[in-house]
């Protein structure tokens, strides 16, 4: 069965997103600023996701785990959560 490593970070408006991406783009640490911002539980843990699986995540994450390229940063994904920022950097 396909798994994967990720991490998100998860903000309430799509220009939340965007900003933070234009930081991590800049070089800014995802951990850090996952801790910082996110507001989902695994913004404790820099945003760590752990090991995912097909089906455990909301389906538009999901996509963008197992559909999307690995090792890159994508979004703002829109989710019924709000807007996330979702870092794959491991999938088989």
């Known amino acids: 069965m396909a798994k994967a490593m990720a991490r998100h970070i998860l903000v309430k408006t799509k220009e939340e997103a965007e900003a933070l ?3 991590l783009d800049k070089g800014d640490a995802f951990d850090k600023l996952a801790r910082k911002y996110s507001t989902c539980p ?4 820099g ?7 097909p ?3 909301v389906k538009s994450i999901d996509n963008v785990i197992f559909k999307k390229p690995v090792r890159m940063i994508h979004g703002p994904v829109k989710s019924q959560f709000g807007y996330h920022l979702v870092h794959v950097f491991f999938r088989d």
């Open 42 to 45: 695994s913004g404790k843990k």
């Open 55 to 57: 089906g455990q995540l």
């Open 21 to 23: 991406k234009a930081r």
């Open 47 to 53: 945003g760590d996701l752990g090991e995912v699986r």
